[in-house]
């Protein structure tokens, strides 16, 4: 999310933008995160008339093994049996948890490796990617808007920053699909060392509604998750 935007202030790009619900239609709502924009889609989803588990992580067909994490580890540090606690939502569960590798391709030639994960509950959607970009967060926050916010998570530096979801309106009827600006999402970028020397963790939710995101439901996921993330220094 937070590359795409430096991305776009540089090349003038635009975001689309979310319409209504309509009958006969079905809305879909996604965000663009992590350090390549990346829509992620695959998951794995459980429907059960009583008594449901939790979705396991599910990689996508397309994965490619990043270093020194992936996405299936990004998956399996998020989609944590007490993650519907920590966004103050105790009684619901993973409906769909994913990982996957996005990869980008710049102007220069270079490509990019982005490792990603999303586990999506009633309420709420959670993303969590990382970045071996090095630039440091405090940085990238100049590219963020006027509301970013200075936390401290785990020692490391880190910026809240809010961004628009994207959400995908299907009318089942005439076979198209129509973009629009959805809600809000709350992310937090978080310095991959405690000197921000450079790359970033990036923790986002959004709601299902038009709702804001409790930060504080955000700073709980980050502050528990991201210390089990492969790699992640302790300050």
């Not at 399996?76 to 409906?95: K, Q």
Request: proline share 6%; hydrophobic share 40%; charged share 20%.
């Amino acid at each position: 999310m937070a590359e795409q935007q430096i991305a776009d202030a540089a090349a003038g790009a635009g975001k689309p933008e979310k319409g209504s619900n309509e009958w006969g239609q079905a809305i879909a709502a996604l965000v663009v995160v992590g350090g390549l924009a990346a829509f992620l889609l695959s998951g794995t989803f459980q429907q059960k008339s009583s008594d449901p588990e939790p979705a396991e992580c599910h990689t996508s067909d397309d994965a490619r093994p990043s270093k020194p994490v992936s996405g299936v580890q990004l998956c399996s540090a998020l989609n944590r049996a007490d993650l519907p606690t920590l966004l103050g939502t105790p009684t619901e569960y993973a409906m769909t948890a994913s990982g996957k590798e996005s990869v980008g391709d710049w102007a220069d030639g270079t490509k990019t490796v982005t490792p990603e994960a999303e586990v999506q509950l009633s309420t709420y959607t959670v993303n969590l990617s990382t970045s071996d970009d090095d630039i440091p967060v405090a940085e990238m926050a100049g590219f963020l808007g006027r509301s970013v916010e200075n936390r401290t998570i785990g020692g490391h530096p880190a910026v809240l920053y809010s961004d628009r979801t994207i959400a995908l309106k299907f009318n089942l009827g005439g076979g198209k699909v129509d973009t629009g600006a959805g809600g809000i999402a709350r992310s937090l970028l978080v310095a991959k060392d405690t000197k921000d020397g450079g790359g970033f963790y990036e923790v986002s939710i959004w709601r299902q509604d038009d709702v804001l995101p409790d930060d504080l439901a955000l700073l709980r996921v980050a502050e528990t998750v991201l210390p089990t993330v492969p790699g992640w220094t302790a300050g």
